[in-house]
């Protein structure tokens, strides 16, 4: 599995379709200052379903979409496309290439599409979730974090690298099962002072 290509259009600073287009291996993308290198970045998490405003550095959700400069008026909407190559199988679904795409408008509203059927951010994050890749996998670093990560407590570090092995989800379920059990607790303890009462 390996990003194939990745299409903007109407992201950040990016108001004309750009593609670009990756082979397996390392790519580096170089740029002088505010030239977009971090946007590129923005696109990639937000395709696969990125929810905070913060780790896209912008204040509001639609803060993605073009803004517009002195020449080019703003946009009503963002759309980022992600080409992923699949012919491993790595992730479970039964096609050879995988585009996500996701698109934002104005008004308000985020659609997702998985080769082109509409889909629900679930989906996505299902799609993802066992490949390494996806919203909560530290796969991106940003600009700062490396630092963060190096001074990080063991205990927090440790967080991370449970995060990167796909340990979080199954922690999360555990979580969830867990306080499940607790209201179904609760709920079982009303009951025997409900027929304690009536006997
Ligand atoms: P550096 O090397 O300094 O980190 P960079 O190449 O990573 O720079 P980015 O941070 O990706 O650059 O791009 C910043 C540019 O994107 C700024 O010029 C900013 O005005 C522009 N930008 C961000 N959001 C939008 C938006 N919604 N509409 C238009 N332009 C935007």
Redesign the pocket.
């Known amino acids: 599995m390996y990003l194939k290509s990745l299409t903007l259009r109407g ?3 990016f ?1 004309s379709a750009t593609t670009l287009l990756f082979e397996p291996g390392i790519t580096a993308i170089v ?12 696109a990639l998490s937000w395709v696969m379903g990125e929810q905070g405003v913060k780790s896209l ?2 204040g509001k959700m639609e ?7 002195a020449g080019r008026a ?1 946009l009503g909407r ?1 759309e980022v496309a992600l080409t992923i190559d699949n012919s491993d199988g790595a992730l479970p679904i039964e096609y050879t290439e995988v585009t996500l795409k996701r698109t934002m408008f104005r008004s308000g509203g985020s659609e997702y599409a998985i080769n082109g059927h509409p889909a629900r951010l679930l989906d996505v994050q299902e799609l993802l979730s066992d490949s390494g890749i996806g919203r909560e996998m530290h796969v991106i670093v940003g ?1 700062g974090q490396l630092d963060a990560i190096l001074q990080a407590t063991p205990e927090t570090r440790r967080g991370f690298i449970e995060e990167a092995a796909g340990v979080l989800k199954h922690r999360k379920r555990k979580e969830r099962a867990l306080r499940k059990l607790e209201s179904t607790q609760v709920n079982l303890d009303r009951l025997q002072d409900l027929l304690a009462e009536i006997r």
Do not use: E, H, L, M
Not at 31 to 42: E, L, Q, T, Y
Not at 63 to 69: C, H, L, Q, S, W
């Open positions: 992201f950040k600073s108001a740029g002088p200052n505010g030239s977009g290198k971090s946007n590129v970045v923005d550095r912008g803060d993605v979409i073009f803004a517009g400069t703003p963002a600009q």
